[in-house]
């Protein structure tokens, strides 16, 4: 069986994606099947990969059909256990991938206002459950100018409303109350200003970050080679994307008190460029380096069950 072959069953089979979820439940057993908050969390996560499934679709992120990005965010997520017990921060990259697909949605419209408008609506809601979220904005804004070229005074307007509509419900809500002094207490963990300690951070999260930026930054780098074989519009959109993913590869190299939210929105970020690279890449070593990845992510697995329950020093104390 040739390379092309081999690759090519993987990426176009329509058994992908259940292959994958039932690794991401296999993963999940892993750590033991009796804790409700890991089944939810595996729900929140497997609406995740679904979202993912729709931004590919509807963006047409690899041109071929394949389900590989929603599959490779559900076996990275399998390999990561400390991501795995419920938190309502699991729905933030739920509305971070949805507002992907509504810009994505907007792109080259006549009139993109309401797109923006539902997109920035997203990213407001999201970011009261994650505060971190509003670093993001200026990336978007940044994509909207140069990739997607649709920031006009309409659409930074509209941009505004969305984003600040969920605040300003909020307010009224406080005002109501009567505890509008106390309200956006919750915004002062916005940024940690002061210089990162990753004492806190455990090693099953640091190596797993790295492992995931590792394989981020290889797919990234061989598509800014040969990203001239899409269509203008994918490489637009991929674009996008990987400017997110310098957005958060920052934060969580300066925010460690939010590292597993930010590992989790950077899993469902890199998801699609990942995908993309292991379903189009071209090389004689391509079939070896897929099943290097999955052997990777199988061994990380491993290690970091073996971590949660010996719990060994930080590397960084």
């Not at 908050?37 to 679709?57: C, F, K, Q």
């Not at 419209?109 to 509003?134: D, I, N, Q």
């Not at 001239?228 to 997110?244: A, L």
Request: proline letters at 5%; a positive charge.
């Amino acid at each position: 069986m040739t390379d092309h072959s081999f690759r090519h069953a993987i990426a176009s089979s329509q058994a992908t994606l259940p292959a994958a979820a039932l690794l991401a439940l296999l993963g999940w057993m892993a750590h033991g099947w009796g804790e409700p908050n890991r089944w939810y969390g595996l729900a929140a996560t497997l609406v995740t990969a679904y979202a993912i499934a729709e931004w590919n679709n509807r963006g047409q992120l690899i041109r071929i059909r394949s389900r590989m990005a929603s599959s490779t965010f559900l076996v990275v997520m399998a390999a990561m256990p400390f991501l795995h017990s419920w938190s309502a921060e699991m729905l933030v990259p739920i509305a971070y991938v949805g507002s992907f697909i509504l810009l994505f949605q907007s792109y080259q419209l006549p009139r993109p206002e309401g797109y923006v408008f539902h997109a920035f609506l997203l990213l407001g809601l999201g970011s009261f459950l994650m505060p971190l979220l509003l670093f993001t904005v200026p990336f978007f804004y940044l994509s909207m100018l140069i990739q997607l070229r649709l920031l006009t005074l309409r659409t930074f307007m509209a941009s505004l409303l969305g984003l600040a509509l969920p605040y300003w419900c909020y307010a009224g809500y406080a005002i109501w109350k009567a505890q509008l002094d106390t309200a956006f207490l919750f915004l002062s963990d916005f940024v940690n200003t002061a210089p990162p300690e990753f004492g806190q951070v455990g090693n099953d999260r640091l190596i797993s970050a790295a492992v995931l930026i590792f394989f981020a930054l290889i797919a990234t780098t061989c598509y800014l080679r040969t990203s001239y074989r899409d269509k203008i519009r994918t490489r637009m959109f991929i674009y996008c994307i990987i400017v997110q993913e310098v957005a958060l590869t920052l934060l969580l190299a300066t925010q460690p008190q939010a590292f597993d939210n930010l590992l989790r929105l950077f899993a469902a970020v890199s998801a699609p460029v990942i995908g993309h690279y292991f379903a189009l890449a071209e090389g004689r070593i391509m079939k070896w380096w897929l099943l290097v990845f999955l052997a990777v992510l199988v061994s990380l697995l491993i290690f970091n069950e073996n971590q949660s329950q010996w719990m060994p020093s930080p590397i960084f104390s």
